[in-house]
């Protein structure tokens, strides 16, 4: 046997393994992709040593460009839950509008909260909504809430900042403003088709209505002694759309200048993530905290509420890209792209299928992205016209496809809107699946003009 045989055989397994150890033994992700990647050195040669230098240094490099740009989403996201702008967005969007718009108004809105935050925090927040305007209109829960899901996983499985599409980018070198911009003009299209198209047609599978006297009743609590005024809708527009608009802004821009130049230096900070998602946090601070008349200490509160999920996220991701560096130290890289030229599938197609097969098998969108980039990573060397970007849109498409009982997003689903196992596979599965197979679609479209 070849060595580069031994060698794709031993990369193999340590994805076999991985899959394993998170669906048989239970392991959290972030153990079961160190074990794996440690592993994959270990078994290929490399000494313990050099194996454990080659894991932390992928990890650190993984979470040198994604850990601030999701952190400072949360923190984005903290304060427009926490001052009242996601609500006040989602209450002027749905209004008294007639029930046949509901589904409309109601994807439109959550593909805006969506876009700052985590998808678990903002389904969470709007479920009382959910369940508010369908009493309120005599309509079916999920007439409701399948197009707030479909909303809001068009923002969690193809614009940064949320996980999965953020770790594509930096693993495939890609412009995070193009990659906002290309997720727009396939995520819009496939928001509504999968929002208020299906909600039309699939309604007659919905099933019996659940009881809208058993569901979540929104905890308000006591409000905040010095808080003078309702959060803005416009201010709120503004938080949630500054950090898309200034990197779009320093993609265009820096193509359309000279590099050294004082316009490509300003256009050069629109484009950085970090810095887009900074002045929106800043923004955010004044504009829907000290405003509203929040105190500091109630401002930090609510931007730090949403942290404590983000951990576990980001120990995933760093993991990920200690396999891919594993992945690169073995060798292995190189080999798929030796041979990745000769492959009858197409490198856009190779990722959303790979990402794809990993989601069935473990459940998470992140965990999948995370394994997949360290895999198709050699196809944007192999392939030299291929968008960067397009790969990003591809892989995280494919993440998302099939969620079933290994999905936590599932259950969430199932449990919130009072539904059976059959309920949610025809209404949630469905829209997800619907949702990778026409996103793929939409970047092979996309590709014929940008490359790919």
Not at 48 to 69: I, W
Request: proline share 7%.
């Amino acid at each position: 046997m070849s060595t580069d045989i031994q060698h794709l055989l031993l990369g193999l397994a340590a994805v076999v393994v991985l899959i394993l150890l998170i669906t048989k033994a239970k392991l959290h992700p972030f153990l079961a992709l160190a074990l794996s990647a440690i592993g994959l050195g270990l078994a290929s040669g490399i000494g313990p040593g050099d194996t454990v230098t080659h894991f932390q240094d992928g990890f650190g490099d993984a979470l040198k460009s994604v850990g601030p740009t999701i952190g400072l989403g949360t923190l984005l996201g903290g304060i427009l839950l926490g001052s009242g702008g996601a609500d006040r967005i989602a209450t002027v969007f749905i209004g008294a509008r007639p029930v046949k718009w509901i589904p409309t108004a109601i994807t439109a809105a959550a593909l805006l909260i969506g876009m700052p935050h985590l998808f678990d925090v903002s389904f969470v927040m709007l479920v009382p909504l959910v369940y508010a305007v369908a009493k309120r209109t005599g309509t079916h829960l999920l007439y409701v809430g399948l197009p707030m899901a479909a909303g809001l996983y068009i923002s969690h499985g193809l614009l940064p900042p949320h996980p999965s599409p953020t770790l594509a980018v930096s693993a495939y070198d890609a412009s995070t403003g193009l990659t906002i911009l290309y997720g727009l003009i396939i995520g819009i299209p496939i928001a509504v088709l999968t929002g208020p198209v299906l909600t039309r047609y699939a309604s007659r599978w919905f099933g019996p209505a659940p009881d809208l006297d058993k569901g979540p009743v929104p905890d308000a609590g006591p409000a905040p002694e010095n808080q003078r005024r309702p959060a803005s809708f416009t201010l709120a527009l503004i938080t949630v759309l500054l950090p898309p608009v200034l990197m779009l802004i320093g993609t265009i821009g820096t193509s359309a200048t000279r590099e050294g130049t004082a316009p490509y230096t300003v256009f050069e900070a629109c484009d950085s993530p970090v810095l887009s998602l900074l002045v929106a946090v800043l923004f955010a601070f004044f504009a829907l905290g000290v405003r509203s008349g929040f105190g500091l200490g109630q401002i930090q509160k609510m931007a730090a509420k949403g942290l404590g999920p983000v951990g576990g996220i980001v120990l995933i991701l760093g993991a990920g890209g200690g396999l891919k560096a594993m992945l690169t130290a073995t060798g292995i890289d190189k080999i798929i792209s030796d041979y990745a030229v000769d492959w009858a599938i197409p490198p856009l197609v190779l990722a959303w299928l790979v990402a794809a097969l990993l989601r069935i098998c473990l459940g998470s969108a992140t965990v999948a992205t995370a394994a997949a980039t360290g895999i198709v990573a050699p196809l944007v060397g192999a392939y030299p016209g291929l968008s960067p970007e397009l790969l990003v849109l591809a892989t995280a498409s494919g993440a998302v496809m099939l969620s079933h009982v290994n999905d936590s997003g599932f259950w969430l689903f199932k449990e919130y809107f009072q539904l059976s196992v059959p309920q949610t596979f025809r209404t949630w599965t469905l829209m997800l699946s619907l949702q990778s197979l026409l996103s793929l679609g939409g970047v092979l479209l996309l590709s014929l003009f940008v490359g790919g």
